[in-house]
């Protein structure tokens, strides 16, 4: 699996938007953006993962760059809860099973 | 719907004594995953379950380490003879399939070898 760059940590003021950055310059035409968060003393929880298309759902934006070298989470309204360490990972696509290998992240303070 | 759970939540032993982690994954999952992750470290491949088959158990760290699936469903993952470098979180993870499917984390549970 091709490997990510994270910023170490970033802050965000409750209720602005939170953008996230990951380079993943070496990813593969069969690798797909994953994001994960962990919250402190829990279990990682899937946030939202995306081939070449924008991605949205309940919980999270993903806006990957045309040539697919780096992406974006976007957390539209950040609120208190959603302070955590964000891992961006590329894995392989539907070939065989791909386990999931965290880096260090990024650890987002979210500050009222 | 309920999720991956994992039982118990902290496991204190005294080093040498034997311990099991039950995961009970999403239901219909056919993929089952075993991690741990040490303070401060990223996640560390244990073992992968399809259906009650483990094509992968490269990333078992010894032989005092063994995990089974039994009908499909619940993994237990046993840890003899407890060592102190043992102590870490246990995840379990479970997806629909193996192929690429986003994996599901259960909350883990919390090993203290002493």
């Known amino acids: 699996d091709a490997k990510t760059t994270q910023p170490t940590s970033m802050d965000c003021a409750e209720g602005r938007a939170a953008n996230l950055p990951c380079n993943h310059s070496?990813?593969?035409?069969?690798?797909?953006v994953y994001w994960y968060r962990q919250i402190h003393s829990q279990g990682p929880q899937y946030i939202i993962h995306?081939?070449?298309n924008n991605e949205t759902n309940e919980m999270a934006s993903l806006i990957i760059t045309e040539d697919r070298k780096s992406s974006t989470l976007i957390l539209p309204h950040a609120t208190l809860r959603d302070t955590a360490v964000y891992y961006c990972?590329?894995?392989?696509?539907?070939?065989?099973?791909?386990?999931?290998?965290f880096g260090k992240g990024t650890m987002l303070l979210v500050s009222p | 719907g309920a999720g991956v759970s994992q039982s118990p939540s902290n496991k204190v032993t005294e080093k040498g004594k034997d311990v099991e982690l039950r995961c009970d994954p999403i239901?219909?999952?056919?993929?089952l995953y075993w991690y741990r992750q040490s303070l401060g470290q990223g996640l560390e491949f244990l073992i992968y379950f399809q259906g009650n088959s483990a094509p992968d158990k490269s990333g078992l760290p010894s032989d005092r380490f063994s995990a089974e699936r039994t009908g499909g469903s619940v993994s237990t993952l046993t840890i003899q003879r407890t060592q102190q470098e043992d102590s870490a979180v246990y995840l379990c993870?479970?997806?629909?399939?193996?192929?690429?499917?986003?994996?599901?984390f259960g909350p883990g549970t919390r090993l203290t070898v002493l």
């Open positions: 990972i590329v894995r392989v696509g539907p070939s065989g099973y791909s386990t999931l290998t």
């Open positions: 239901s219909g999952h056919t993929a």
């Open positions: 995306g081939l070449k």
């Open positions: 070496t990813i593969s035409g069969n690798e797909y």
């Open positions: 993870a479970s997806s629909l399939q193996g192929d690429s499917d986003t994996q599901y």
